[in-house]
């Protein structure tokens, strides 16, 4: 009885800290993430965290207490302030479930040093001068897929799927000059389900990372039940299989494991073997995946809005008639093509593929946060959905697909400069993805 009672009273205790004394206390927010990361998890597990998101800033404002310690900010100096050049903050331990032990991990790596050092040493395999080297790979998925496209013509298909299957290949031709032939196939070998299974996975218990390293800790004693372990495993494996296979048969081709083993030629220490592998599986995990999604929002959006397809298609119509469009469309030609790149900034506005926030660690001596001090070690983060649907930045009409608010007369009042500044989908600053300008040309 009495430990009943006690137990009640420290209850009682943590719960009145949490809501009244806290640091964080008068940050409005949904009660019981005040007092549990469970909320948190539970929305994680749910995949509905970022109309979560949206849904809160509109009711509480621009800051939101989404857990014990950790807020969500839509304040735009606040973005600035935590993502900009020369921040000191720090990628929380979120990350750390998704680089379990790999040492090389430029998603993942929260030391700003080391990440500084490991992305020095490969960034010019995903430069913008790479993707002149890259294009030609990149062009025969862009055929084997029309081919297919030709061959189903009056058939019903899944087209989310087919995006998948190109998005993969293209990294088999781009990384290992050789597609993985899913195309071919019109099927996968199982690594979407892998894929899924460890971005779910992550997604929640990187909200309690103490319990994947206890996972990690009795993996030999009880198996293993977590979904990211394939990130660190299976799928490993199969790049390692990959890049095995590529250095045997050789190649002429400048593709980016090319590049990678270069690097590793001239820094054995600092990158070795199994930080090529790292990237390799990188590139297989992110790099399918997330341009997967962005070209479904593409293609979602220009079907549930005809008169923005009919632009587009006009477009690609006057320029063909022009001259001006090879075949397939090359990435300088897609560059000058004003409404598309409107189009696809657009569709990725609405839709970015990350739906969570970039959650990041506040320095020691915390931080004014839009008028509020955030303490030191507390969590902070903009989720890309709701800084997408920012009003000051992209109008009173965010939720509605309009490409031309990216167009010309946008660079002429003034605004486009902002709506680029607090555009999200490839995150932002020092820690922008690497691979942006290749899923641009893909897409």
């Known amino acids: 009885m009495f430990l009943v009672g006690l137990l009640i009273a420290l209850s009682a205790c943590y719960t009145i800290y949490q809501l009244y004394f806290h640091p964080l206390a008068s940050i409005p927010g949904p009660f019981w993430a005040k007092l549990s990361r469970l909320w948190m998890t539970k929305h994680s597990w749910d995949g509905d965290m970022s109309v979560t998101m949206i849904a809160l800033h509109q009711k509480y404002g621009s800051l939101v207490r989404t857990g014990p310690n950790e807020v969500s900010v839509s304040d735009l100096g606040a973005i600035k302030t935590i993502y900009g050049a020369g921040t000191r903050f720090r990628k929380s331990d979120w990350y750390s479930v998704w680089q379990g032990h790999r040492k090389f991990d430029l998603f993942a790596e929260r030391d700003e040093k080391v990440h500084a050092s490991q992305r020095r040493l490969i960034s010019r395999a995903y430069a913008m001068e790479s993707l002149k080297d890259l294009e030609p790979y990149v062009n025969n998925a862009v055929n084997v897929f029309l081919d297919n496209m030709a061959e189903r013509q009056s058939q019903i298909i899944d087209m989310g799927k087919w995006v998948q299957l190109f998005a993969f290949d293209v990294i088999g031709e781009i990384t290992f000059s050789k597609p993985f032939g899913f195309m071919d196939a019109a099927n996968d070998d199982g690594s979407f389900a892998q894929i899924e299974g460890a971005l779910k996975s992550a997604a929640w218990i990187g909200q309690i990372p103490g319990l994947y390293w206890l996972h990690d800790t009795l993996m030999p004693y009880i198996g293993n039940h977590l979904g990211i372990t394939a990130r660190h495993g299976s799928l490993r494996q199969f790049a390692l299989r990959e890049v095995t296979a590529r250095q045997e048969r050789g190649t002429d081709r400048k593709d980016i494991l090319s590049k990678l083993l270069a690097t590793h030629a001239e820094n054995p220490e600092t990158f070795d073997h199994n930080a090529v592998t790292s990237m390799a599986t990188s590139n297989i995990f992110a790099g399918s995946d997330t341009t997967a999604i962005s070209t479904r929002a593409i293609i979602y959006y220009l079907l549930k809005n005809p008169e923005s397809k009919a632009k587009l298609v006009e477009e690609i119509d006057n320029r063909r008639k022009q001259g001006k469009l090879s075949s397939p469309v090359s990435l300088a030609e897609a560059d000058r093509m004003p409404y598309l790149q409107a189009v696809m900034y657009e569709a990725l506005r609405l839709h970015p593929a990350v739906g969570m926030s970039l959650p990041r660690k506040t320095p020691e001596g915390g931080a004014n946060i839009a008028g509020q001090h955030i303490p030191g070690g507390a969590v902070i983060g903009a989720n890309p959905w709701v800084i997408h649907r ?54």
Request: net charge negative; glycine share 12%; with cysteine.
């Open 390 to 443: 920012n009003e000051e930045v992209y109008g009173h009409d965010v939720e509605n697909f309009r490409p031309e608010r990216w167009l010309a007369k946008a660079k002429e009042e003034g605004s486009y400069g902002d709506m680029q500044r607090f555009f999200f989908a490839f995150g932002s600053g020092a820690r922008m993805c690497l691979g942006r300008n290749i899923s641009w040309m893909e897409m």
